[in-house]
């Protein structure tokens, strides 16, 4: 089984990368921000592979982290996500930003991705909410958030606050993060206006 990858990159597509490890070049297929994240052809590049056996075929899969690749096979657990579509999640979304989409419940952020239709997305949100990847890192504000709210599942005060803050210009996982250490020390039942008032608070100190 391949794990992981080190050579020098031999050549782009668009859905895949050439890697050539000691004259070997092993085809990776990749989402859209591990393929921008890679090097130029002829420089060194480490890949996290997930290989996929089937009756008519091998497949790598490769992943620009250890979080990604747990998020790619987390992902696949739901009726209705194969690799393309993924990838194609992770395309659209970092580990940390599905991570946030899920414990907030936020159907349209998941829905961002080509091929996830409405129904796929409240099917995503549901299956996975308070589940993490069982390897690599998980946005510490993420955990925060599903442990504060029990079981990930975000009040609308609290996803009105979230989308207020990224209305501002921060991040989904830095709203979640500082309305996570909110959530803790003041209980899940705080109004919107002063979780938006605490939260950009913690968002300056």
């Given at each position: 089984m391949i794990g992981k990858l080190k050579g020098l990159v031999d050549s782009f597509d668009d859905d895949h990368v050439l890697i050539d490890c000691g004259g070997v070049c092993y085809q990776a297929f990749c989402s859209s921000r591990t393929l921008q994240s890679l090097p130029r052809v002829g420089e060194a590049a480490?890949?996290?592979?997930?290989?996929?056996?089937r009756e008519d075929m091998i497949r790598l899969y490769g992943f620009s982290s250890d979080s990604e690749k747990a998020w790619f096979n987390l992902l696949m657990t739901v009726q209705g996500v194969g690799a393309r579509v993924a990838l194609a999640i992770l395309s659209a979304l970092s580990p940390s930003e599905i991570s946030s989409a899920i414990a907030l419940q936020d159907k349209a952020m998941i829905g961002r991705a080509n091929g996830v239709g409405p129904k796929l997305a409240v099917r995503l949100v549901t299956e996975l909410k308070g589940k993490v990847p069982t390897t690599g890192a998980v946005d510490a504000g993420t955990?925060?958030?599903?442990?504060?709210?029990?079981e990930g599942i975000a009040s609308s005060a609290i996803t009105d606050a979230v989308s207020a803050l990224t209305n501002l210009g921060y991040s989904s996982a830095q709203a979640s993060a500082a309305l996570a250490r909110v959530v803790a020390r003041e209980g899940d039942d705080v109004p919107t206006e002063k979780l938006i008032r605490?939260?950009?608070r913690e968002l300056s100190s």
């Open positions: 480490v890949v996290f592979i997930e290989t996929i056996v955990l925060g958030l599903q442990s504060a709210l029990g605490l939260g950009l």
